[in-house]
């Protein structure tokens, strides 16, 4: 069985106005829209954490890489 949930008379107020904006049937349909949206910003910050370690990781070495192909002089020999 479900557990209760107190909810703040403004609260209650904000989720019916989003229940009529977004054609939603029950209260609960728009909380748990709003948690998955949540969830999800949870996860994208998790990911963008990741990506900055990774790039902390390997950022120097691939400038070392690049170093390399930054001579201009290379295209003046071409036809």
């Known amino acids: 069985m479900g557990k209760p949930l107190m909810i703040q008379e403004h609260d209650d107020e ?12 029950t209260k609960i349909d728009v909380v748990r829209s709003a948690l998955n949206l949540l969830e999800a910003e949870v996860e994208r910050r998790n990911r963008v954490k990741r990506w900055q370690k990774a790039v902390k ?23």
């Open 14 to 25: 904000k989720i019916e106005d989003l229940k009529e904006k977004t054609g939603m049937k």
């Open 57 to 79: 990781v390997v950022g120097d070495s691939g400038l070392d890489v690049m170093s390399g192909f930054k001579r201009a002089g290379r295209f003046k020999k071409l036809p």
